[in-house]
């Protein structure tokens, strides 16, 4: 069992930044991919990004040179730190674990941990 706390959200105005961190109940070499999804209202929930357990990343393309993750093992966390924000960020975004390899990793199948999601909240 994993447990995924994420947290970090909060309100910017277009152009700021945050820093999310997903931090996880076990060692995360453990966890072969963890993923940021994100959900606005009235919108399917849509990967964001993704780090493997060999430090692969992945990043759908609209977030794509504004959005970093990383990983500190010692401290079983993911960060995905968001510069350059938009309005079009806001949503609800969740960090999200699975023990195995996914063929899509910035698909939600597959992820058998979820957090409960941290607010982003990007005013014009």
């Known amino acids: 069992q994993v447990h995924v706390a994420d947290s970090g959200g909060g309100s910017v105005p277009t152009g700021g930044s945050l820093r999310l961190s997903c931090r996880l109940s076990?060692?995360?070499?453990?966890?072969?991919?963890v993923a940021w999804f994100r959900q606005a209202q009235g919108t399917e929930r849509e990967g964001v990004a993704t780090i493997s357990s060999d430090g692969t990343t992945t990043y759908t393309d609209v977030v794509k040179g504004r959005f970093t993750l990383s990983r500190d093992n010692d401290k079983n966390t993911v960060y995905l730190q968001m510069n350059n924000l938009k309005p079009e960020d806001t949503a609800m975004y969740y960090c999200?674990?699975?023990?195995?390899?996914?063929?899509?990793?910035?698909?939600?199948?597959?992820?058998?941990?979820w957090g409960q999601g941290t607010q982003v909240t990007v005013s014009s």
């Open positions: 076990e060692d995360t070499l453990g966890t072969n991919c």
């Open positions: 999200a674990a699975s023990l195995y390899t996914l063929t899509h990793p910035l698909t939600p199948v597959g992820y058998d941990y």
